[in-house]
């Protein structure tokens, strides 16, 4: 271990002589950038990746405000040009140019293709004739790479998961963990607001399973039981442990109350601004009648515009007699306190309850461009599914999001599949066995086919997804067996 520290010692004071003496003659230094590559001194090119190329290839460029960033066959360059942001003739005193920064990577092309379907590196301009299907659009690591060295947070949030994915499959470790970190303390400057830097690590979550399963129980450890505002509060709730929920923003669509709200509009705008008097008189008329026909038909008239009001047929935007007197009955009533009494005899006793967030920022997401109809045969996995490792499930937050999902659809899911199946059992039974009658025997066996054409399409999307662990799994050949001696 000595020597190892020997040896890498003497080298990084070679490296500080070598950039001494290149710095004598600042032509070493210069790299001239043309259309296809860039072009440099042995002396630079040993220095800066151990290699003896004087031309490096540009695999992908792109300007950037005033930094120019060049992804190589050895690596990202970032430029940064003059502060109007133009390229300035060489024949002025002004450097028109420098590099700012510099990352060696050892054939970053090939790791961008390993993980080109789970980032969606690919071209999808269908009208472009010239796009090939092994086209590679670079941007996203790009823009990921400069919005980490640059610090600019709104860009590393798009597209870090890029470059983080893209750090797993080289390897290095140094970058990782900077990303990790970055992410992690983004957060904890705002945890309220910085909820989403943490989606960078969750996203990446199967790669880091499998090349470095001690990030995954590292993140479960450093967000367990983490809460997502910095007021901290204890609130008197009547959950269970481990309760699961979600606060995103209900979206009500009020499209079905279009006529509704025209109608309720034009009799406010007649009721204030007619310049008819008697118009005036009528319409207020109008109103008092609804207000005393709703009165006299309760509680028939309570339930009617209570209905209509949950199918989104009515709104309070606009209201007329009877739409009036149906809300202020309906507040009037959820606020009463001795309905509040009997709502509370009957719920469950409230205890105090602390509120921590599930870091998995979307772990369980569908991908954007989900499509049902490609679901339905060719299952596109989220990094919920991809990473099997105990070390999330052994913290509360693995728990909550288990009972998340199973009470979400998981049982539901289940408890349908097993219902389909004891159909197709009870059916093919009683079409073998019980029922003599051809007719009927012939309805049961169309049942059968139908029902087992279901569950035919269950056994294939498991077999399309995973085919090596469909034939792993004992219980299929167990059910193929049973079929065979059937």
Not at 55 to 74: G, H, P, S, V, Y
Request: proline content about 3%; glycine content about 2%; hydrophobic content about 40%.
């Amino acid at each position: 271990m000595k020597k190892k520290i020997e040896d890498l010692e003497k080298d990084f004071i070679k490296r500080v002589e070598k950039i001494e003496e290149l710095a004598q003659d600042s032509e070493k230094l210069k790299i001239k950038i043309t259309d296809d590559n860039l072009q440099v001194k042995k002396e630079l090119s040993r220095l800066i990746c151990g290699r003896n190329e004087k031309k490096l290839d540009i695999i992908a460029c792109k300007l950037l405000n005033n930094d120019l960033a060049m992804l190589t066959n050895i690596g990202i360059f970032i430029f940064h040009l003059n502060k109007s942001g133009k390229l300035i003739p060489n024949n002025q005193n002004v450097c028109p140019i420098v590099l700012d920064y510099f990352y060696h990577t050892y054939d970053p092309e090939e790791s961008i293709k390993k993980i080109n379907k789970r980032i969606g590196y690919l071209k999808v301009d269908k009208k472009d004739k010239d796009v090939r299907k092994d086209d590679i659009n670079y941007d996203e690591l790009i823009y990921g790479w400069v919005s980490h060295v640059k610090d600019y947070n709104e860009d590393f949030l798009k597209y870090g998961a890029a470059l983080l994915m893209f750090a797993i499959e080289l390897h290095d470790l140094e970058l990782i963990n900077d990303l990790y970190k970055k992410c992690l303390r983004s957060f904890e400057e705002d945890p309220e607001n910085n909820k989403a830097f943490l989606s960078i690590i969750t996203t990446s979550m199967p790669l880091l399973n499998k090349s470095y399963p001690e990030y995954v129980a590292r993140y479960s450890s450093d967000t367990n039981m983490i809460i997502d505002s910095l007021d901290y509060k204890i609130e008197h709730l009547s959950t269970s442990h481990l309760y699961s929920f979600h606060n995103n923003i209900k979206i009500v669509d009020f499209t079905p109350s279009i006529s509704w709200t025209k109608y309720t509009y034009k009799l406010d705008d007649m009721r204030y601004y007619s310049d008819t008097k008697m118009i005036k008189i009528l319409i207020w008329l109008y109103l008092g009648i609804g207000t005393l026909i709703f009165y006299l038909t309760l509680p028939i008239s309570f339930l009617i515009f209570y209905i209509l009001n949950y199918f989104h047929l009515i709104n309070e935007i606009y209201v007329d007699g009877f739409s009036n007197h149906y809300y202020k009955s309906y507040y009037l009533i959820s606020k009463n306190k001795l309905i509040k009494s009997i709502k509370s005899k009957f719920s469950e006793k409230s205890e105090p309850t602390i509120t921590f967030m599930i870091p998995y920022i979307k772990f369980v997401s569908y991908p954007q461009n989900y499509s049902w109809w490609r679901e339905l045969f060719i299952p596109i996995p989220n990094p919920f599914v991809e990473t099997i490792n105990r070390e999330i499930y052994k913290t509360w937050n693995g728990e909550a999001l288990i009972n998340f999902k199973w009470n979400l659809y998981g049982k539901y899911y289940y408890f349908a599949i097993w219902i389909l199946f004891i159909a197709l059992l009870g059916c093919f039974t009683a079409a073998t066995t019980l029922s003599e009658d051809y007719d009927t025997r012939k309805e049961l066996f169309m049942a059968s086919i139908v029902l087992g054409f279901i569950h035919f399409i269950v056994e294939f999307r498991q077999f399309v997804y995973d085919p090596i662990e469909w034939i792993r799994d004992l219980w299929n050949f167990f059910g193929k067996k049973n079929n065979s001696t059937n």
